[in-house]
């Protein structure tokens, strides 16, 4: 058997062979491999570095007494950087776990899963996968951007081996205390002991008094290195200061105001140390500039496909219409790129081919994580010339009186390099000029798709993008190839450092995983041949239909329209969807079933499983990418859902042994933004306008007492060790610890349908409690923010106040009972609550989130599909959507009534004609004519129906569309008597007074006439 330590020694040989020099780990705690200064100081500035090295990896909040599978607050980290990136790193990674930890790639199931990382602590980000092993994530793989705020280059990569997890793996046991650790000792044997007493230490024991005091001796000693610039010692002092704030953090004992100061000091620190360490080494000339690249082994390692010169020979070209092929091969994007990619590709080969002579059939465009493929059926050999004519001179400016050809026109001719007897005249902009006729040779079609495939490729973007090696491109992550045919021919591109070729890239696991294409018609033949489904609509179908078929084997179903979603991110994680049915103890049916589900969705990406009556059965469906070894794959999801299921527990069991009344008063730790308190003074604010807005509402005694009662105990589940690991769980956990407290059920109700809707589309509150916590906490969530200038900018949105948005106006639609309650009565309540704790919250910022509000809603119609038209009737009645939404319902109840559009075409005229402003109100005694004595006659028994809606008042307001059509046509509106014109007018405007208030009358009838 392979032991712990064997494999340690093994890692470190395969990398020091290739180039790695090996250090030791640091000798203070660190929090992660990347903590080191062996890769946190040295992948900035431009010196080459390759290090491999060991890193026991402390982190407190981990800490589970040695009871948790594969949960540990001590664990061991591999750690590698390679500076620059050097090409194929996920092939070195994928070698790595072959030679050195004897695993079978062919039989177990290893994928990359979309990570965006960020340690905001140091200034960090990059972009890379979550590397997991039949289901476990077992590597952080990075290609790490920025470190303490400066863009590194070149880029480094960096591999995190998670060690305990490779080995329960590859030795196949299901606790780290099994684990044989070396020759007839277990892991347990050797760490049980330390993993149990510091669990105890951390959690029971440690000393907040004495922490306190070293957390504050720490960063006062890191800044004075600092001053003195010393890099190396400081960022000791800063990693001390961040364990002694992480013990801290693990008993509990860090308030909102000193959470938000001890990060913004280590940040600060961390950030001054990095900058102070390029500053060195740049003193110091840097050295490893100078220093002789260490030799490299070349091993099994894929380097990706690269052209054949001999494919540069395009001497004899077909003349006939030839397919276009094109592949863009990357390492593996994520999902939803997947979807943006095979779109980006599509559009720019449509718009580029409309701009091109090239004739062509149809345009094929698919795609997989690893490779964008499209098809240009019949695209022709060559251009045909074609004839343009290039603008002169106006023709006056061009001929004299005689008609003789002036200067100007002589210099354009001479320009041209024609004789003025040859030019010509034409229209341009509707006047007429001077023009000559100019040929434009047809290019050859190898010119055309070069340039084309070149914008295809350079124009690829995603939401987050990164560099690599490339000089040039950046991208979601790295592009490593490209195959570009036309018929059997290589089509001559460069893009940066990428040339194409006729070499595509097949599963990581192939026996040959470079293959040749001979011709455009066969690249996707080639692909599919080899087992890859490049078709997101059938690997859809497919996943769907294994799914399907694994869960009745064992007499169940996958809600295969109730996880639409999930179904649609596995598709675009795979290439080659192969389902596996693994189980799990039925033992943890006994946890609430969105603890169960949330870990399958969000963590491991798994189906769940139901019974006939929809009940969740000890079953799920995996995917893994193309065949492997079912059984052993199996086992591994299983270890992975069975570790997690643990981890619930624990956190379930531990969370309801905590009174409410504390959990409550645990939400005054967590931060919500520094200048607006903790969580618990918005919870506070919650309630409190939640309490205001019922006041306009009326409930009866059950309701307002519910509503006292959940607004008591508002967000108390936030801290809650369940919440604080899967946060999406906010409000379900509410709900159920409530439940299982003895709280009332419509209370446990209210608590959990005020996270709701979640996102658009999603369910809203049922009960009028349960919507006024959901709309109070909406409402001082965007009140809020645009106090403190927070509002969304272009695709930023940190605080998501586009959902808050699009919360409140779901809210206020769906629930009738609440039509009363307007945006701005919200927001104002909001506003004086955030007054009353002495946040400044001006008039403008009041206004501003109005705005925002509403035109949330407008978008939300439009999105709906509600004509533009009907969205512009009722957009003045936005700050109240459900009367907004009471009017478009009233609108198609009665638009199809033949007295309908004639009654709005009438009133609209009149929103033409009376100024803004204009009372309604007139002096009867003015009016003489017949017109309008017969019109005030209708008027004065017209009923006031500002306050009904519509279809009350089409009735009434119908018997005037005939006398308002005799007063138009008979009578002088402004007349020049002004006393007349008064009356007049106000007639008019009594019309438009009683009619539904809020309508847009003049939108509503250009809406009717489409």
């Not at 050295?287 to 380097?303: C, D, H, R, T, Y």
């Not at 902009?429 to 055309?448: I, M, N, P, S, Y």
Request: charged share 25%.
């Amino acid at each position: 058997m392979l032991t712990v330590q064997d494999a340690l020694i093994r890692l470190q040989k395969f990398w020091t062979d290739r180039g790695c020099m090996v250090v030791q780990p640091f000798n203070t705690e660190v929090g992660a491999g990347t903590m080191n200064p062996a890769t946190v100081m040295r992948v900035l500035g431009p010196e080459p570095w390759r290090v491999a090295y060991a890193e026991p990896s402390v982190r407190p909040d981990d800490s589970r007494y040695g009871e948790n599978p594969n949960r540990l607050q001590t664990h061991t980290q591999f750690q590698v950087i390679l500076k620059p990136e050097p090409g194929n790193p996920q092939e070195l990674y994928l070698e790595s776990l072959r030679e050195a930890f004897e695993i079978d790639l062919e039989a177990h199931d290893v994928r990359f899963v979309e990570d965006n990382w960020a340690q905001p602590a140091i200034g960090a980000w990059g972009l890379g996968w979550e590397v997991w092993l039949d289901g476990m994530e077992v590597t952080q793989f990075t290609y790490m951007q920025q470190v303490s705020g400066l863009n590194l280059e070149p880029v480094s990569v960096e591999l995190t081996y998670g060690i305990e997890r490779i080995m329960m793996a590859q030795q196949g046991v299901t606790h780290f205390k099994d684990m044989q650790y070396a020759p007839g000792i277990t892991y347990g044997e050797v760490f049980g002991q330390v993993e149990y007493e510091m669990s105890r230490y951390y959690l029971d024991d440690a000393d907040v008094g004495a922490n306190q005091d070293l957390f504050e001796h720490y960063t006062t000693e890191a800044q004075r290195l600092i001053d003195a610039r010393l890099p190396v010692p400081a960022w000791t002092y800063v990693l001390k200061s961040s364990h002694a704030f992480n013990v801290l953090d693990s008993r509990g004992a860090i308030s909102t105001t000193e959470r938000a100061k001890s990060f913004s000091l280590m940040r600060r620190l961390a950030r001054d140390v990095g900058r102070l360490w390029v500053e060195r080494r740049a003193e110091l000339d840097f050295p490893l500039m100078k220093s002789e690249p260490a030799k490299i082994q070349v091993g099994s390692a894929v380097l990706p496909p690269r052209p054949d010169e001999a494919d540069d020979d395009h001497a004899a070209l077909p003349t006939d219409a030839q397919d276009l092929a094109l592949e863009v091969g990357v390492e593996e994007l994520p999902p939803h790129v997947v979807v943006q990619a095979i779109e980006q590709v599509r559009t720019a080969l449509v718009d580029g081919l409309a701009g091109a002579r090239l004739t062509h059939g149809d345009i094929e465009v698919v795609g997989t994580p690893r490779r964008i493929v499209a098809t240009v059926r019949d695209l022709s050999a060559h251009e045909p010339d074609a004839q343009t004519l290039r603008k002169g001179p106006k023709v006056e400016a061009a001929f004299d009186a005689d008609g003789n050809p002036t200067k100007a026109c002589q210099g354009f001719a001479r320009g041209q390099k024609v004789d003025p007897a040859d030019l010509v005249r034409a229209q341009f902009d509707g006047a007429e000029h001077v023009a000559v006729r100019v040929t434009q040779e047809g290019r050859g079609v190898l010119e055309v798709a070069s340039e084309l495939i070149s914008g295809v490729v350079t124009g690829l973007r995603a939401d987050k993008n990164m560099r690599w090696s490339d000089p040039k491109l950046t991208y979601s992550r790295p592009i490593r190839w490209l195959v570009a045919l036309w018929g059997e021919i290589v089509v001559p591109v460069e893009v940066s450092s990428l040339r194409a070729g006729r070499t595509t890239y097949v599963h990581r696991t192939a026996a040959a995983p470079l293959v040749g294409v001979a011709a455009a018609r066969d690249l996707r033949n080639t692909l599919e041949t080899h087992g890859l489904v490049l078709d997101p609509a059938v690997r859809r179908e497919q996943v769907v239909e294994q799914a399907t078929a694994l869960a009745a084997t064992v007499d169940g179903s996958v809600d295969v329209e109730g996880e639409s979603a999930l179904v649609d991110e596995i598709t675009n994680l795979v290439e080659q969807p192969h389902g596996i049915l693994g189980s799990f103890g039925p033992k943890y049916l006994e946890l609430p079933e969105q603890i169960l589900t949330t870990v399958m969705r969000k963590h491991q990406r798994y189906l769940p499983v139901r019974d006939a009556s929809g009940a969740l059965m000890p079953y799920f469906v995996t995917m893994a990418n193309g065949d492997c070894d079912d059984d052993l794959v199996r086992a591994g999801n299983e270890s992975v859902l069975r570790a997690r299921y643990e981890d619930a527990a624990f956190f379930y069991d531990a969370d309801l042994l905590v009174p409410l009344a504390d959990l409550r008063a645990g939400i005054s730790r967590l931060t919500f933004e520094d200048r607006l308190g903790s969580m618990a003074d918005r919870a506070d604010r919650i309630r409190d306008v939640a309490t205001t807005l019922a006041g306009d509402l009326g409930l009866d005694g059950d309701e307002k007492a519910t509503l006292a009662r959940a607004g008591e105990l508002a967000k108390f589940d936030l801290s809650s060790q369940m919440v604080v690991e899967l946060s999406s769980l906010a409000g379900t956990m509410a709900r159920e610890y409530a439940a299982r407290a003895g709280e009332p059920k419509p209370v446990a109700q209210a608590l959990w349908e005020m996270e709701l809707p979640r996102q658009a589309g999603d369910a809203v509150p049922e009960s009028r409690p349960g919507a006024l916590l959901a709309l109070a906490d909406r409402f001082d969530l965007l009140m809020a923010m645009f106090a403190l200038g927070a509002k969304p900018t272009g695709s930023s949105d940190p605080f998501a106040l586009r959902r808050a948005a699009l919360g409140v106006v779901s809210i206020l639609r769906a629930q009738p009972t609440l039509a009363s309650l307007t945006v701005d009565r919200g927001l104002e309540a909001a506003a004086d609550r955030l007054r009353q704790q002495g946040v400044e919250v001006s008039d403008d910022a009041v206004e501003t989130a109005t705005e925002f509000v509403t035109g949330r809603f407008g978008q939300a119609l439009r999105d709906e599909g509600v004509a533009v038209g009907l969205v512009s009737a009722v957009q003045s009645l936005a700050t109240a959507p459900g009367q907004a939404e009471q009017a478009l319902a009233d609108i198609d109840t009665v638009r199809r009534r033949d007295d309908f559009a004639p009654t709005v075409e009438a009133v609209q005229r009149i929103t033409r004609i009376v100024p803004a402003g204009t009372p309604g109100s007139y002096d009867a005694g003015r009016l003489t004519e017949p017109a309008e004595v017969a019109l005030h006659e209708k008027v004065a028994v017209l009923p006031d129906h500002a306050a009904d809606g519509i279809p009350a008042w089409v009735g009434d307001a119908s018997q005037l569309v005939a006398p308002l059509t005799v007063f138009f046509d008979d009578v002088l509106v402004m007349a020049e008597d002004t006393d007349v014109r008064a009356a007049r007018l106000g007639l008019l405007q009594t019309i438009v007074d009683r009619a539904p208030a809020g309508i847009d009358w003049k939108a509503l009838d250009s809406a009717l006439a489409v």
